[in-house]
């Protein structure tokens, strides 16, 4: 999607953006509430319209056939979400092969509602030692609004509540699905 399209779907929605623009070469994208399918077409915008770097992750099931080919194409990286699968040294092994790299990853996990937060997100930048950048998805405002860098420190419970109450003040498109 080129910048000029991203403004274009930004603008025909009425979405403003807030926060700083990420400027560092490597971070992971925290990005909540995720509660429609919608979010996926306005984080393409995002992207576009900032020119961002980022990828994506989603389940794998998505990445078969016969759409599977448009979901890589748009930076999609298949995760399997079986047990024992070890997706956080994977994914910081990515960050370590490639100069720039970027990743954004729904804490929630789902669109479904749930009580879940899952903290995967977290370990993949603890472990590729990048920052992470919250970004929320306000659809009461029409907002989406990207926070300072967060560096994870050694207290991961703190900062994982303190990332999670972040996101507390904005609703999502289905707000009583969210988790947060």
Not at 60 to 86: C, D, E, T
Not at 134 to 144: C, E, G, I, N
């Amino acid at each position: 999607m080129s910048k000029a399209l991203g403004w274009c779907y930004l603008k025909f929605y009425k979405w403003q953006m807030l926060g700083p623009r990420p400027t560092q070469p490597k971070y992971v994208l925290a990005i909540a509430p995720h509660t429609s399918n919608r979010d996926f077409f306005l984080g393409l915008a995002i992207r576009a319209y900032w020119q961002l770097p980022a990828k994506f992750m989603g389940k794998s099931q998505l990445f078969r056939p016969p759409y599977g080919w448009i979901f890589r194409a748009l930076g999609g990286y298949p995760v399997n979400r079986k047990p024992n699968q070890n997706h956080v040294e994977a994914v910081a092994e990515i960050f370590d092969n490639h100069e720039e790299f970027a990743i954004g990853i729904a804490p929630e996990g789902t669109r479904k509602a749930g009580n879940t937060f899952k903290t995967g997100f977290y370990y993949i930048a603890k472990a590729a030692n990048v920052p992470i950048i919250r970004v929320a998805l306000d659809y009461h405002t029409k907002s989406v609004i990207f926070s300072e860098p967060f560096y994870p420190t050694d207290d991961a419970e703190q900062d994982i509540k303190d990332i999670r109450d972040w996101f507390k003040p904005y609703k999502g498109y289905f707000p009583e699905k969210g988790v947060i």
